[in-house]
């Protein structure tokens, strides 16, 4: 259990360590909308959080070859967004909590660089992300893999995504008896 938590921890910091805090702002033209880094430079082909409102909450936002966020359609991964352009679950919006040290005091916006094409996983994920093997429902804390006709009947909200169930259970997740 020890081993574990230290693994843990070092994976939490190395996934903390490869993020980078960029300022920034919305634009937009006839073509569409981009998010401008303070130095000018704009994401591309990339998948990127952005707190466009300094809530603590930031969306994640996919931007083509030529910079533009696409909006409600498939992306090149098959992820889907909305209208506004951020990644949508079964109609539910997915975000993620940025933490004080990735907020910029009075940014208009903050964007956090993810080095992945889409959220990658510790333990579990409100996003899913490539490679997960099984959806946890985080209200009964049962995991269950992707087939499961109980997944069917989960509220949205409480989908969670992973790929190692000795992780759920050392936290207190169960199978699923329907499908293990």
């Not at 401008?36 to 082909?45: A, F, I, L, T």
């Not at 080095?115 to 409100?126: M, W, Y």
């Given at each position: 259990?020890?081993?574990?938590?230290?693994?843990?921890?070092?994976?939490?910091?190395?996934?903390?360590?490869?993020?980078?805090?960029?300022?920034g702002?919305?634009?937009?033209?006839?073509?569409g909308?981009?998010?401008?880094?303070?130095?000018?430079?704009?994401?591309?082909?990339?998948?990127?959080?952005?707190?466009?409102?300094?809530?603590?909450?930031?969306?994640?936002?996919?931007?083509?070859?030529?910079?533009?966020?696409?909006?409600?359609?498939?992306?090149?991964?098959?992820?889907?967004?909305?209208?506004?352009g951020?990644?949508?679950?079964?109609?539910?919006?997915?975000?993620k909590v940025?933490?004080v040290?990735?907020?910029?005091?009075?940014?208009?916006?903050?964007a956090?660089?993810?080095?992945?094409?889409?959220?990658?996983?510790?333990?579990?994920?409100?996003?899913?992300?490539?490679?997960?093997?099984?959806?946890?429902?985080t209200?009964?804390?049962?995991?269950?893999?992707?087939?499961?006709?109980?997944?069917?009947?989960?509220?949205?909200?409480?989908?969670?995504?992973?790929?190692?169930?000795?992780?759920?259970?050392?936290?207190?997740?169960?199978?699923c008896?329907?499908?293990?």
């Open positions: 259990m020890k081993k574990m938590k230290l693994l843990f921890a070092s994976a939490l910091l190395s996934v903390t360590m490869s993020m980078s805090s960029l300022a702002s919305w634009q937009s033209d006839a073509t909308w981009w998010f401008r880094n303070d130095d000018g430079s704009y994401p591309v082909n990339t998948w990127l959080w952005i707190d466009g409102n300094g809530d603590g909450i930031a969306e994640n936002y996919f931007f083509d070859a030529n910079g533009y966020c696409l909006m409600n359609t498939a992306t090149p991964d098959n992820y889907f967004v909305d209208a506004n951020a990644w949508i679950v079964n109609g539910v919006i997915q975000t940025v933490s040290s990735e907020s910029t005091a009075g940014a208009e916006s903050t956090v660089q993810d080095t992945t094409t889409a959220p990658a996983s510790v333990d579990i994920s409100s996003s899913p992300f490539e490679g997960y093997t099984i959806i946890a429902n209200n009964t804390h049962k995991y269950h893999v992707p087939t499961c006709a109980s997944v069917r009947d989960m509220n949205p909200e409480n989908y969670g995504y992973s790929d190692d169930a000795d992780y759920l259970e050392s936290i207190g997740y169960v199978a008896k329907r499908c293990h």
